[in-house]
Nanobody
Framework: QVPMVESGGGLVQAGGSLRLSCEASGRTGGVYSPGWFRQAPGKEREFVAA?????YYADSVKGRFTISRDNARNTVYLHMNSLKPEDTAVYYC????????????????????WGQGTQVTVSS
């Protein structure tokens, strides 16, 4: 399993925007469903968004974040708007083999090829 590689994190003021990228350069084929998770200090890693036959979002980011993918580039993006201080975390991407559904896309245990994470800090 080749780890995914995240980029695009940084420091932004509340209300600002960032775009995270996740490249699955080691993948040479096969169907997979990428997702984003985040982990704040002292908290468990939580689901943020995933893309499979549909897109899925955590309630806390719905309407503010958008996940998309460019299959030609083997890259998945997380567009984050209206950022809040509570969005501060390390953001990770990973993938589920094949497709996933409303429930399985949220199950961290199904994901493989975790990246090293990218830090997002939102100042108030």
């Amino acid at each position: 399993q080749v780890p995914m590689v995240e980029s695009g994190g940084g420091l932004v003021q509340a209300g600002g925007s960032l775009r995270l990228s996740c490249e699955a350069s080691g993948r040479t084929g096969g169907v997979y469903s990428p997702g984003w998770f985040r982990q704040a200090p002292g908290k468990e890693r939580e689901f943020v968004a995933a893309i499979s036959r549909s897109t899925y979002y955590a309630d806390s980011v719905k309407g503010r974040f958008t996940i998309s993918r460019d299959n030609a580039r083997n890259t998945v993006y997380l567009h984050m708007n209206s950022l809040k201080p509570e969005d501060t975390a390390v953001y990770y991407c990973a993938a589920v083999a094949g497709s996933c559904t409303h429930y399985s896309c949220r199950d961290r245990r199904l994901y493989r090829s975790w990246g090293q994470g990218t830090q997002v800090t939102v100042s108030s």
